[in-house]
């Protein structure tokens, strides 16, 4: 449906008494970049891109979308995977890029004050002369914003000991859908009333627009080392990383590759990874020196008893830096060996990696598809990257059917259809397989609380399709329903 030029006129009126010129994008060319987000699978223009600069702004520019009952999708810094940050055709693209002060980073208490659009690896950057750090670090840090790891609650390679956004964040600031601010969590130990600050971490952008985080930060730790370890087969690799947990030790990150990301990533980083293992693992330790020194020497024990067919252990930052580099590059890696990929996202106990990769390597068979998998293997945050080629319709097909596959598998074994990409829009049709009518109906209410218009990023995270019809057919780049 299109949305009548008066409409649209008189949204550009309302917003321009308060938005300078160059803050607000309204021709389609310019608008193009804000089409969709690090999942091009899915894309559409906006009514209008917003870029404000103060929360002033943000807060007069929801009074206004709410009283013109027009929807408003947030967007950070467009590298999450799941399209939630996808516009609505006849909505406003709220972009919070330029909100990207550091307020106060605070040593003493360990926290630091931050707006939405400062990027993940800043708020590190900027704690290091305090020897502090931010713990949660997506593969995309460099180039991710704070606000979009709370909307998604991202986690990365460290999250296994340090937990995703949401153990790791203390405070926010938000607006809600009618331009109110209201606080969130704070610096006590505990708050009174229901805990909406976990509610808030991973809403998706359907119940608030968050405009300031207070997170925590860590003491940078005296030594980190890694253990990578090469496995003859997949299933030897992911019992192996059983084996790790069971001996008692929580590494800061154990991730996992199979052959085809592991060749991938070394022709592009040339990290020394071995080309001949068909499974990768990488354990990293971290504390004091004597700590680090028992747990490194027991867990390359602990992988020379699985089976391990070689064993490299880091013995400086640098060369610790470079074997990370393999697997923070393996996504882009990977997109050198094929026109695209569809990077999926489901969680599984830890105790079905090696039964679960056996049915994804039978589905690429089943499908034609090629897949690799590089993923979060301590948590069980699966990543398979289906290659495919989007100029075919039937491959889009294909990779959209084989990645359903994979999410209703991971349910089927106990866990769940996202860990740290969320819903949006790609697993929208995968929630009832998570989740009962009854359960659904439950999401529908607290969105509803929050946001009664329902202007908040409509049509993502939550099947309510009855009340979204625009959304029954999702358009991809090809057009295809």
Not at 225 to 230: L, Q
């Amino acid at each position: 449906m299109t949305v009548p030029a008066a409409s649209r006129a008189t949204l550009q009126a309302r917003l321009r008494e308060f938005l300078p010129e160059h803050c607000l994008i309204d021709d389609r060319e310019s608008q193009r970049p804000f089409e969709c987000d690090g999942l091009s699978l899915y894309r559409e223009l906006p009514l209008l891109v917003a870029l404000p600069e103060t929360v002033e702004q943000v807060r007069r520019l929801l009074q206004v979308c709410r009283e013109l009952d027009v929807p408003v999708v947030p967007r950070g810094s467009g590298t999450g995977l799941c399209a939630g940050a996808m516009p609505h055709p006849e909505g406003l693209l709220l972009g919070l890029s330029k909100l990207d002060r550091i307020l106060d980073i605070d040593p003493l208490a360990g926290t630091a004050r931050v707006e939405p659009g400062v990027s993940n690896l800043s708020i590190s950057e900027a704690a290091s002369t305090h020897g502090l750090y931010y713990a949660p670090d997506p593969s995309s840090q460099i180039a991710c914003s704070i606000g979009g790891n709370v909307a998604e609650n991202s986690g990365g390679v460290h999250c296994l000991k340090y937990g995703l956004t949401v153990h790791n964040v203390l405070g926010l600031k938000v607006l809600t859908a009618e331009g109110e601010l209201v606080s969130v969590g704070g610096l006590g130990l505990d708050s009174p009333g229901y805990d909406l600050l976990a509610l808030f971490n991973g809403s998706e952008g359907l119940l608030g627009v968050v405009v300031e985080i207070t997170v925590r930060l860590l003491p940078c730790p005296q030594l980190a080392r890694v253990v990578m370890a090469g496995f003859d087969s997949v299933k030897a690799a992911g019992d192996a990383v059983g084996a790790v947990i069971a001996a008692g030790i929580i590494p800061a990150g154990l991730e996992m590759m199979d052959r085809l990301a592991i060749r991938a990533a070394e022709d592009f980083a040339a990290a020394g990874y071995p080309r001949d293992a068909e499974a990768l693992l990488l354990c990293e330790v971290d504390g004091t020196r004597e700590e680090v020194d028992q747990h490194s020497d027991r867990i390359s024990a602990l992988f020379r008893e699985m089976g391990a067919s070689s064993i490299t252990v880091s013995n400086s930052d640098e060369e610790r830096a470079l074997l990370w580099k393999g697997r923070k590059s393996a996504f882009p890696a990977v997109g050198r060996l094929a026109p695209d990929y569809y990077c999926m996202d489901g969680t599984i106990p830890r105790s079905q990696v090696s039964p679960v990769l056996e049915e994804i390597s039978r589905l690429s068979g089943e499908y034609g598809l090629a897949v690799a998998n590089v993923f979060h293997a301590g948590d069980g945050n699966l990543h398979p990257l289906i290659l495919f080629d989007a100029s075919d319709p039937r491959q889009i097909r294909a990779a959209e059917d084989f990645g359903a596959r994979i999410l209703d598998l991971s349910v089927e074994v106990g866990g769940c259809i996202t860990g740290e990409h969320g819903v949006g829009l790609e697993k929208l049709r995968q929630m009832p397989s998570q989740f009962s009518r009854e359960e659904l109906l439950q999401l529908e209410e607290i969105k509803s609380a929050f946001d009664p218009g329902l202007t908040l990023n409509p049509g993502k995270g939550i099947p309510i399709l009855k009340r979204c019809q625009e959304y029954r057919a999702l358009p991809t780049r090809d057009g295809h329903d």
